[in-house]
């Protein structure tokens, strides 16, 4: 375990890669899905990143402005 988030717990996974046989971000990719999968499996639930936006003080706006009159 790396560390312990808000709502989150972080690992750390180190592997060994003979890059004769395979190359590097190939098996790299293939690893990090086989770890996602493997959690869904056991009923580990990923977590989404969430984010909030809070809009505060925004100026009124009226309205038919665009159809002004010259």
């Known amino acids: 375990?790396?560390?312990l988030g808000a709502s989150t717990v972080n690992i750390e996974v180190r592997f060994w890669v003979n890059s004769r046989r395979?190359?590097?971000l190939?098996?790299?990719s293939l690893v990090a899905?086989?770890?996602k999968e493997a959690l869904q499996q056991?009923?580990?639930e990923m977590p989404n990143e969430?984010?909030?936006v809070e809009l505060r003080n925004l100026p009124?706006?009226?309205r038919g402005?665009?159809?002004r009159k010259s």
């Open 50 to 52: 969430i984010y909030t």
């Open 33 to 35: 899905q086989a770890m």
């Open 60 to 62: 009124k706006i009226e």
């Open 42 to 44: 056991a009923g580990i």
């Open 65 to 67: 402005v665009g159809n």
């Open 1 to 3: 375990m790396r560390e």
């Open 26 to 28: 190939e098996m790299t």
């Open 22 to 24: 395979l190359p590097f």
